[in-house]
């Protein structure tokens, strides 16, 4: 930082006191000038009254002259001076401006470089590395950002496809999936309607199939007739059983054929059991043994 010091103060004293010593003294006209008139006093050219009347009149003019003029020339010194220090100080203040703006363009200029890597390091990371001939781009590699963003891109591309695909094969299969509980329910139950369904079931079922044999249906017939075939095998077992204990009693000639009789009974039993075997053959829906 340049340091300049300014006074305050206009020297106008010392400067005017400086002029009218050297504008009174020497080789000065004024000098000369009363050399002369002293000249020709003693040469007795002029008596003392001219000599006083010459003093008076052209050393007093050149006297009231010269103080004028020595004042007004140390007015015009020290402001002259004073605009010179002025200036240097203006011209100090410059200097210093300089120094700052040196020092703000320098950082400016390191502002610059910073951020002209930065913006380097940030084209690398977001496009990759690229190859120039001349002013055009001839290559980027693929270390970007935006390449392996394109590349997501595609992969989530390719993937969403997929899953549509997907999504659409697995709504084929719910489609297929109902259908195939519709059909197996109707073909397994058939078609029913049902009312009054609350939180302990249905109190209403009708059927509304018509003809249509279901595989409901079927098994209770399956259902049935096994039911008659081992009620069947019992009453054949029981007959088979029944006869074959009144035979015995016959050819032993235990059996007595009266009311209450030993032989009454057994052919009684025999009588129901073949009643009841017949009764299990018949299409009902149940073997009822007979009473």
Excluded: C
């Excluded at 050297?22 to 006093?41: D, F, H, M, P």
């Excluded at 073909?187 to 199939?209: C, D, E, I, P, R």
């Excluded at 074959?244 to 009684?268: H, R, V």
Aim: proline letters at 0%.
């Amino acid at each position: 930082m340049t340091t300049i010091t300014v006074t305050s103060e206009l020297d106008v004293a010392g400067k005017y006191d400086t002029l009218i010593q050297q504008s009174l003294s020497g080789n000065s006209a004024y000098i000369r000038a009363k050399e002369t008139v002293q000249e020709l006093v003693d040469s007795g050219s002029l008596d003392e009254a001219q000599k006083a009347e010459v003093l008076s009149n052209i050393l007093g003019s050149m006297v009231t002259s010269i103080t004028s003029s020595s004042m007004s020339a140390a007015i015009q010194w020290a402001n002259t001076e004073k605009e010179i220090e002025l200036k240097k100080l203006e011209l100090g203040k410059q200097l210093d401006v300089l120094d700052k703006d040196i020092l703000v363009k320098d950082a400016q200029a390191k502002q610059v470089t910073n951020a002209t890597r930065l913006a380097k390091v940030e084209s690398r990371r977001v496009y990759g590395a690229a190859v120039f001939v001349g002013e055009d781009i001839s290559s980027i590699d693929e270390t970007g950002k935006v390449v392996k963003d394109i590349a997501l891109i595609v992969a989530q591309t390719t993937k969403a496809a997929t899953e549509d695909s997907l999504l659409t094969q697995k709504i084929a299969e719910s489609h297929a999936a109902v259908h195939k509980i519709v059909a197996d329910t109707y073909v397994n139950y058939g078609n029913y309607s049902y009312t009054g369904l609350t939180g302990g079931g249905v109190s209403t079922v009708t059927k509304n199939h018509g003809t249509f044999k279901t595989l409901s249906d079927t098994q209770k017939d399956i259902a049935i007739e096994q039911a008659k075939g081992y009620t069947y095998n019992a009453w054949a077992n029981a007959l088979t059983g029944s006869a074959s204990m009144l035979g015995t009693a016959i050819a032993a000639e235990y059996a007595e054929f009266g009311a209450a009789q030993t032989g009454g009974i057994l052919l009684q039993t025999v009588l129901d059991t073949a009643t009841n075997l017949k009764n299990a053959t018949t299409t009902t829906d149940d073997a009822v043994p007979a009473a």
